[in-house]
């Protein structure tokens, strides 16, 4: 009786939607770079399909420079609490005011 081992398959390349959430990038950008020459080019996979070689992609990554720029500052939006419900808007709209 065979067996078979299904296991986790490393991915080798990445399309576009994926690079671009991979790298924390909107796909325009990721495009852009490609474009401007800042970022591997794509591999030609069939007639219509690109790919981004993954290794080349974690290449590029590990090259790019330390920032010295300190994280994005809180914005101060508040939060909605648990438990705590808004006010029905009928209550609000029919002018049970004091």
Request: aromatic content about 6%; some cysteine.
């Amino acid at each position: 009786m065979a067996t078979s081992k299904k296991g986790f398959v490393a991915p080798i390349f990445l399309d576009l939607q994926t690079l671009a959430d991979v790298l924390a990038l909107s796909v325009s950008t990721a495009q852009d770079l490609v474009r401007k020459g800042q970022f591997p080019q794509p591999r030609q996979l069939s007639g219509r399909r690109v790919g981004w070689l993954l290794r080349e992609v974690q290449e590029w990554a590990e090259a790019r420079p330390v920032s010295m720029l300190p994280p994005p500052p809180n914005t101060g939006a508040k939060k909605p609490r648990a438990g705590k419900s808004p006010a029905p808007m009928a209550d609000q709209c029919e002018g049970n005011a004091p």
